[in-house]
């Protein structure tokens, strides 16, 4: 299967289903994170939809803020594992631009 992605001659397609998965992928990851936390902060599925597809298309997380006190940024409340997993989707961002600009 991984062969014949490479072999697509409108690979702006595969690009872009790539991302698609990605996205999915991470948001459910985002989802079970916030679930193993202890704090009673848990955030519906489609609430990480949207923050996955911000940090794929590195737009930014900025904006997010907790609710009830303005100016706390998501990140300073979150886990260590949310953490590992935004860094992880970032770096899946570069090694896929990578990999199709190679090809």
């Not at 939809?49 to 990140?75: A, D």
């Amino acid at each position: 299967m991984f062969i014949n992605l490479v072999n697509i001659k409108n690979k702006g397609i595969v690009y872009i289903f790539l991302n698609c998965i990605i996205i999915i992928i991470f948001s459910i990851l985002y989802w079970i994170a916030d679930r193993l936390q202890i704090e009673d902060m848990n955030d519906p599925w489609y609430y990480w939809l949207y923050f996955s597809s911000i940090t794929q298309t590195t737009i930014g997380y900025s904006g997010i803020v907790y609710k009830g006190e303005p100016g706390v940024n998501i990140m300073t409340i979150k886990s260590n594992i949310l953490r590992s997993c935004v860094f992880l989707q970032i770096l899946s961002v570069i090694i896929m631009n990578g990999y199709f600009l190679l090809f």
